[in-house]
């Protein structure tokens, strides 16, 4: 079946940082691949997104590349903030084409602290 | 201007104890979903409703059931709750039909079983 692996957590940063959060997927299909964002005492919301091999996903100055030949979709941003302390969730879905729903796999998410 | 809501934000139930989690939406999205999340692992899907439609995933327990009444609405009724349902429910809705749109997600309920 689907599955997303992430990288081990918490991260930790000083503020201005460069922050790279790997994620890998298994899935049989022609995934799309998503980021999605948790900050403290809210739900879960979209960060990026890309949907077909090469493309690039970005938002809020983070960025991530969909690469099929190694299947992956890092997440990167250039200079963290104190304000992108969160927990990362890179998930996929398989969702056969149009008309299909967009059913999630989740990676375990990973615990982001910036530090002053 | 809340587009999910999930009520209430923590839930204390007794082991065996019927136990219902709700869920509403203000954005007329056509499909519905819930998913469970456990202490440091991957949120899984537990189940979701196209319009009327219910899609339950194969490895669901059967101790788990949902209902949807209208659109804005969607109950996680848990029959008969086990010390391994302690978890965080997740409700998330899409518009549906292309299959990589955007879920919007509510903040949760925290769940726990004495």
């Known amino acids: 079946g689907d599955s997303v692996t992430q990288m081990e957590g918490p991260v930790t940063l000083s503020e201005e940082a460069f922050l790279t959060i790997n994620c890998t997927y298994t899935?049989?299909?022609?995934?799309?691949l998503f980021w999605y964002v948790q900050y403290p005492g809210e739900g879960l919301q979209l960060l990026l997104k890309?949907?077909?091999?090469?493309d690039k996903g970005s938002n809020k100055g983070f960025e991530a590349t969909y690469r099929k030949e190694t299947t992956s979709f890092h997440l990167e941003k250039g200079s963290v903030q104190v304000s992108d302390s969160a927990v990362y969730f890179c998930?996929?879905?398989?969702?056969?084409?149009?008309?299909?729903?967009?059913?999630?796999?989740f990676g375990k998410g990973i615990t982001l602290s910036v530090r002053p | 201007d809340a587009m999910v809501i999930q009520n209430p934000r923590y839930q204390v139930t007794q082991f065996g104890k019927p136990v219902t989690l709700s869920c509403s939406q203000t954005?007329?999205?056509?499909?519905m979903y819930w998913y469970q999340q456990k202490s440091s692992q991957a949120p899984k899907l537990l189940f979701h409703?196209?319009?009327?439609?219910?899609?339950n995933e194969a490895d669901t327990p059967d101790n788990f059931q949902s209902r949807r009444p209208n659109t804005s609405f969607c109950f996680l009724d848990i029959r008969s709750p086990g010390l391994g349902d302690a978890a965080m429910y997740l409700c998330?809705?899409?518009?549906?039909?292309?299959?990589?749109?955007?879920?919007?997600f509510g903040s949760g309920t925290q769940l726990s079983v004495l």
């Open positions: 954005l007329n999205h056509n499909v």
């Open positions: 998330a809705t899409s518009r549906g039909g292309t299959g990589n749109e955007k879920l919007f």
């Open positions: 998930a996929l879905s398989d969702h056969g084409g149009a008309g299909a729903n967009s059913k999630l796999t």
């Open positions: 899935a049989t299909g022609y995934p799309s």
């Open positions: 409703y196209y319009d009327k439609d219910f899609n």
């Open positions: 890309a949907t077909k091999a090469d």
